[in-house]
């Protein structure tokens, strides 16, 4: 007897037997009915462990393919929290370079208009001093004494006036030199002879 006969099945073939074993002569139907009973029974069984079986292998493949799923999932959750860890540190490192950019241009904005104020006084200043600078070279080149400058010109006058030049050439026409005549203004004063008297 099979041994995965379920207990409805197993009942109904006791009892066969139990009528065909009583009498033999009885009914050859009864056995012939018995045999079909067993064999379709022994058929049932063997398509019941035939799809068992198949369960079984499907479970198998359900639970690897389950199993390498998860694996793959795992796999796939690493290295999206890798890449998240990665993005956060570039994004955070983003957000520093831009605060700290952010605070260069706030000096900046500070900074530029007070050197743009020292710009324009200094400017305003030099435009104010330069007049006063020229005034006082002015009057330094004035009085400052050229000791050369005095030197040539009482050079170039006795050469002028020399009877015999040096320096230019003889071949100058010589002026005569001017006599000089005592006049009025440079004769000496006399004692006024209202004195005298």
């Given amino acids: 007897m099979p041994k995965n006969l379920s207990p409805g099945v197993a009942m109904l073939m006791m009892t066969l037997l ?10 050859e139907r009864f056995r012939r009915l018995a045999q079909q009973a067993l064999r379709e029974q022994s058929e049932q069984n063997k398509r019941m462990a035939d799809q068992n079986r198949e369960i079984a292998e499907a479970s198998k493949h359900l639970v690897e393919n ?3 799923a998860r694996k793959e999932m795992i796999a796939a959750h690493g290295t999206l ?6 993005e956060r540190t570039n994004i955070h490192q ?5 605060e700290s950019e952010r605070r260069e241009i ?3 904005r500070g900074r530029d208009p007070i050197i743009a104020q020292a ?11 330069l007049p006063l600078l020229l005034a006082g070279y002015v009057i330094y080149s004035l009085n400052r004494r050229s000791d050369d400058s005095d030197a040539l010109s009482e050079m170039l006058v006795m050469e002028m006036t020399a009877d015999q030049p040096l320096l230019l050439p003889s071949s100058l026409p010589t002026v005569a030199a001017i006599e000089h005549t005592p006049s009025s203004l440079d004769a000496p004063d006399e004692p006024d002879q209202a004195d005298d008297q």
């Fill in 18 to 27: 139990l009528a065909a074993g009583c009498d033999d002569s009885r009914d």
């Fill in 66 to 68: 389950d199993s390498q």
């Fill in 81 to 86: 929290q890798k890449e998240l860890q990665t």
């Fill in 94 to 98: 983003q957000l520093s370079d831009l």
């Fill in 106 to 108: 706030s000096k900046q």
């Fill in 119 to 129: 710009i324009g006084a200094v400017g305003l200043t030099l435009s104010c001093l």
